[in-house]
């Protein structure tokens, strides 16, 4: 069956630094997302991705993040200046649809990265 | 924006029995409720979930059950097995949105 998958698995960092967290939706989805957990919190929606290019975020994703699409199969999901509040879990998730154009439009998460900053 | 909350945050039952975990919603417009069940080293993985033009829903030892006038929804697990055992997850979704809300999660232990 397939499945959303993230890397890596867990990321230690110093704060100020820069991250990366990959992740790979499942092949023929179009609508990709990036959720976070702060241990002990709600999982929160950040970001939704729709035919390169955002279509929703919430207030969480301000200008130190960013996502891309850079290759057909990648969705990555940059932290630019790390700070110590953003250690959580980070989920991708993708769905083939969107609501409103029927189909399903499950979304599918991925394992997670559990980022850690310093 | 939307406010779901979920209770009860850990739940332990004897296997066989019943689980029941309980959701609230803040919104009216949503119209769409799912169930994530997440177990340990993994991603939220959807269980069953229902949309707000059907009142019930079942599969198998899983069933949701959806009140829009109160605006809480419920996750029915009967026959519980030590498999059931993880962290259960209601959301939302909101009006004119794809992205979900969701509660904080229960943790269900079933024992054996």
């Known amino acids: 069956e397939p499945e959303v998958t993230q890397t890596p698995s867990h990321q230690v960092t110093q704060m100020g630094q820069e991250v990366i967290l990959r992740c790979v939706p499942i092949?023929?989805?179009?609508?990709f997302y990036w959720y976070r957990q702060i241990l002990g919190q709600k999982v929160e929606f950040l970001v939704s991705?729709?035919?390169?290019?955002?279509?929703?975020k919430s207030e969480i994703f301000d200008d130190q993040f960013s996502v891309e699409r850079p290759d057909g199969s990648n969705f990555t999901l940059k932290i630019r200046s790390t700070k110590l509040e953003d250690s959580a879990m980070y989920f991708c998730a993708s769905s083939y649809r969107k609501r409103t154009r029927g189909g399903s439009d499950t979304q599918y998460f991925g394992p997670g990265t559990r980022l850690t900053v310093l | 924006g939307e406010n779901v909350e979920q209770h009860p945050s850990t739940l332990s039952v004897q296997e066989g029995d019943s689980a029941v975990i309980k959701c609230t919603y803040s919104d009216s417009a949503s119209n769409y409720f799912p169930w994530y069940k997440q177990e340990l080293g993994k991603g939220p993985q959807l269980i069953i979930d229902?949309?707000?033009?059907?009142g019930e829903k079942k599969d198998q030892r899983i069933a949701v059950t959806l009140n829009k006038t109160a605006k809480h929804f419920s996750l029915h697990i009967t026959e519980t097995q030590p498999e059931d055992s993880a962290v259960y997850f209601c959301a939302a979704r909101g009006p004119g949105a794809n992205n979900l809300f969701f509660g904080t999660g229960t943790r269900l232990t079933v024992i054996p």
């Open positions: 991705f729709y035919n390169n290019e955002i279509s929703e």
């Open positions: 092949s023929n989805h179009l609508y």
């Open positions: 229902i949309r707000s033009n059907v």
